[in-house]
């Protein structure tokens, strides 16, 4: 495939040769924007380019940091790297962009801004000025700093097994054995491990309630909760719909879990299902090894988008040319996988820890949703155009998760393991619902009562866990390893009351492909025409055009269940 390397667009504002080594470096470039006058609409749309110039620059500056520091967390440099930022550079940016904000606000012009995005744009920054305090600069500095420390502790984690040292990604891979004594022992040995820094992973998250919950107070708000809705332009949902979703999970999907709990249970032949039984197949079969090496992933899943539109292979091509992929698991990598957008150069980053599961494969074709999203926004006018509201952006992840699979031969050759790769993603979307609302109960919990002591959280856990959880699983003598299952959630730590997004964005995605299923090219256009429009619409919007509802009803959630149940039935 020829392919075209991206540049960055030429800078009208910052010299092209700017590189961002102290704050007086840039503090010039501020000050412009805030003593600048603005007399009519020309004015203002340029003070708008330029400032969303700026403000690129730095958010790909601090991307790259962060990507640095979480591929080796074992570098210290790297690490103080990102620290200077967040400690030196944000906390100086901070009250610069309140008064950037209340600027233009009073500008009298930003009625005659009628192009679409800037009555987003406008509405946001209306909120950011509304919940902005001095008092909260030196708070966030602190959080950016200590959430990270998440990454370095679990980053470190391993087990030795049979001479080797594995990360507990790799170790997990083990939980497919059919050997059942064997998965019970690497799970005893991943659990052991994790409970070894329960403390301190508890401590850790007690100061981040800590801060967090005075970051609220300080702008005026009862709880941190509610403070994160507004800083996150929640506009188009309430906590109460949050609560409602979780009610509708409970009622119509939990139900099936415990159906397919005990499907499993008895094919398994066992008198219990115990926690290493959940990933073995039942049947037998070794576990599924879609890909043998980060290469062979790689060019499968470039080939897999290009079948779908030959764009979407030609957005992984690029990436990987540019070498903006690092795929595998090793010791002192941070944990997880995400895909960082870039913003002056458009072409983002995806990072993982593949082991060869099939979770592996998801993960690539859902970061790669991610990172089509961020090519498919790369020439819209602002960076704040750009940046997507979570809802949307894992609507692009998950739904390509599912519209992918129609070309998963590629990875399977086998018939019968190309089945059993489908079934097993989808019933994982019905384990995904239940977790989603697990997680995003617990964070309600966790800031509506921020003086908890630790025994309460445990408790709080258990019951909501107790909620949402299979009921067929038996947990007798792995308590302990019960009430810090929540620990394993990066997001909890790093990117709080970010996760209900997922389950919002997977019934979304059921729906898109349940469209691209019954007319492939019309589902896929209202797919790549939705990411388009970025930031310009609201999210009732964006989905519309998808062809779809923003809707968490009971009665939605029951519908899309019942035709994932089909389509599993087909399998």
């Not at 961020?374 to 155009?385: K, V, Y």
């Not at 209900?500 to 589902?523: H, P, S, T």
Request: hydrophobic share 40%.
């Amino acid at each position: 495939m020829n392919i075209e390397i991206p540049k960055r667009k030429p800078r009208t504002f910052l010299p092209e040769n700017f590189k961002l080594e102290a704050w007086e470096t840039i503090h010039p470039f501020l000050e412009d924007l805030e003593k600048r006058t603005i007399a009519d609409l020309s004015e203002l749309r340029k003070w708008f380019n330029d400032r969303s110039e700026l403000e690129a620059v730095l958010s790909e500056d601090m991307a790259w940091r962060y990507i640095k520091m979480t591929c080796d967390t074992t570098d210290v440099n790297l690490k103080e790297s990102f620290n200077y930022f967040v400690a030196e550079i944000e906390p100086k940016i901070a009250p610069f962009s309140d008064r950037l904000n209340k600027k233009v606000l009073a500008s009298g012009l930003i009625e005659g801004l009628n192009d679409p995005g800037y009555d987003i744009l406008i509405r946001n920054m209306k909120k950011e000025v509304e919940i902005f305090r001095e008092s909260n600069i030196a708070i966030k500095a602190e959080l950016g700093q200590r959430s990270h420390e998440y990454g370095t502790i679990s980053g470190a984690m391993s087990i030795e097994w049979e001479g080797q040292e594995l990360t507990l990604q790799q170790a997990a891979v083990k939980l497919q054995e059919t050997d059942r004594e064997l998965r019970e022992t690497v799970y005893n040995l991943i659990a052991t491990r994790r409970l070894e820094d329960k403390d301190k992973l508890d401590e850790l998250f007690s100061e981040l309630i800590g801060m967090r919950h005075q970051l609220g107070v300080n702008a005026d708000f009862s709880n941190y909760r509610d403070y994160m809705f507004a800083a996150m332009s929640r506009f188009d949902y309430s906590p109460q719909d949050c609560f409602n979703f979780h009610e509708a999970v409970a009622e119509n999907v939990v139900p099936i879990l415990n159906e397919l709990a005990a499907e499993r249970k008895e094919q398994l032949q066992v008198d219990k299902l115990r926690p290493w039984d959940k990933a073995v197949d039942t049947s037998g079969k070794s576990a599924l090894k879609p890909f043998s090496s980060s290469e062979d992933l790689i060019a499968n899943t470039i080939e897999c988008f290009r079948r779908l539109d030959p764009f979407l292979g030609q957005c992984l091509t690029i990436m990987s040319e540019m070498g903006h992929l690092d795929l595998e698991s090793r010791k002192g990598k941070a944990p997880g996988g995400y895909n960082y957008p870039l913003m002056e150069i458009g072409v983002p980053f995806i990072f993982m820890n593949a082991t060869s599961t099939l979770r592996d494969l998801v993960t690539i074709v859902h970061e790669g949703g991610h990172a089509v999203h961020s090519f498919l926004t790369r020439d819209l006018e602002l960076s704040e155009f750009k940046s997507t509201p979570s809802e949307v952006a894992e609507l692009a992840s998950m739904s390509m998760e599912l519209l992918s699979m129609d070309h998963w031969d590629l990875f399977f050759e086998n018939e019968d393991d190309l089945k059993r790769a489908k079934r097993e993603h989808l019933e994982q979307i019905i384990d995904t619902l239940p977790w989603v609302a697990t997680i995003d109960k617990f964070q309600h919990w966790i800031y509506e009562h921020p003086q908890h002591s630790i025994e309460e959280r445990k408790a709080a856990w258990n019951e909501i866990f107790s909620q949402f959880g299979d009921a067929v699983t038996d947990w007798t003598g792995l308590e302990e390893n019960k009430n810090y299952l929540w620990q394993k959630q990066l997001h909890l730590y790093e990117v709080p009351f970010y996760y209900i997004e997922y389950g919002m964005a997977q019934l979304g995605a059921v729906a898109v492909w349940k469209n691209f299923k019954e007319d492939r090219e019309k589902g896929l256009e209202g797919y790549m025409n939705a990411l388009k429009l970025g930031n310009l619409k609201t999210i009732p919007q964006v989905y519309a055009v998808a062809n779809i509802k923003f809707d968490f009803s009971s009665a939605y959630i029951k519908e899309l269940m019942s035709f994932i149940r089909q389509e599993i039935q087909k399998l």
